[in-house]
């Protein structure tokens, strides 16, 4: 399968635990991407990478949020000291650098439960 | 601030006729669009996109329709399946950032009866 892969699918954790969720891109693209999609919404750009450099970040990522993708390879999300506020399914996609418009792919996401 | 709107949460189709989805935006910097299709459970997956110097893309029984001078497009199904029903994702994104940086709109549920 040579898609964009989430780990793990599910995670319930309880309010005040640390969280990380892995992604693994598309092998060839650089261009990373973070999503959040609460009930109801459309997803919500967090942050992308170009390579291993972190280039925006939405002034949705709070300080509790922190992604990393060292390497330029598979890319981390952790959330510190996770709040009810935090459920939301988190969605990673990858795209190829491109002059033009093209479309991101993403993975199945991971579904966050903060109880 | 939503710049991408998608005014109707459901719309419900028989089988074999016509599904139009509508998208309506107001960032005048979006110049590439997208629809995305997602079911339960699972991530969104491309559907067709548009670029802002074309007023009609077609794939398949997939039709976009970009309206710049009214900020709107719209998505035709024809004809429609059982299994077109789904959320339909309008998304737009903008020169001078990463066009990977999508912009969507609320979603739209389909529901295609047999």
């Known amino acids: 399968d040579t898609g964009v892969s989430q780990n793990p699918r599910h995670k319930i954790t309880k309010r005040g635990q640390n969280v990380t969720f892995r992604c693994d891109p598309i092998s060839e693209h650089n261009r990373l991407y973070w999503y959040r999609q609460t009930l109801g919404q459309g997803p919500e750009f967090l942050t992308y990478?170009?390579?291993?450099?972190?280039?925006?970040k939405s002034r949705l990522l709070s300080d509790r949020f922190s992604a990393e993708r060292p390497k330029g390879s598979f890319s981390t999300l952790e959330i510190q000291r996770t709040e009810q506020g935090d459920s939301a399914m988190y969605l990673c996609?990858?795209?190829?650098?491109?002059?033009?418009?093209?479309?991101?792919?993403f993975g199945q996401g991971t579904r966050l439960t903060v109880v | 601030d939503q710049q991408v709107k998608q005014n109707s949460p459901s719309l419900s189709v028989q089988e074999g006729r016509i599904s139009i989805l509508n998208c309506d935006y107001t960032?005048?910097?979006?110049?590439?669009f997208l629809w995305y299709k997602k079911y339960p459970a699972e991530g969104p997956t491309f559907l067709i996109s548009?670029?802002?110097?074309?007023d009609k893309n077609e794939d398949g029984r997939f039709t976009v329709f970009l309206n710049k001078s009214a900020k709107h497009l719209s998505l035709h199904i024809v004809p429609s399946q059982p299994g077109d029903s789904a959320v339909y994702f309008c998304a737009a994104s903008a020169r001078g950032t990463s066009y990977g940086k999508l912009t969507f709109g609320q979603g739209t549920i389909l529901t295609v009866h047999p």
């Open positions: 990478f170009q390579n291993e450099a972190q280039l925006e």
């Open positions: 548009i670029s802002s110097i074309k």
């Open positions: 960032n005048s910097m979006f110049d590439y």
């Open positions: 996609a990858s795209s190829p650098v491109m002059n033009t418009g093209t479309e991101a792919f």
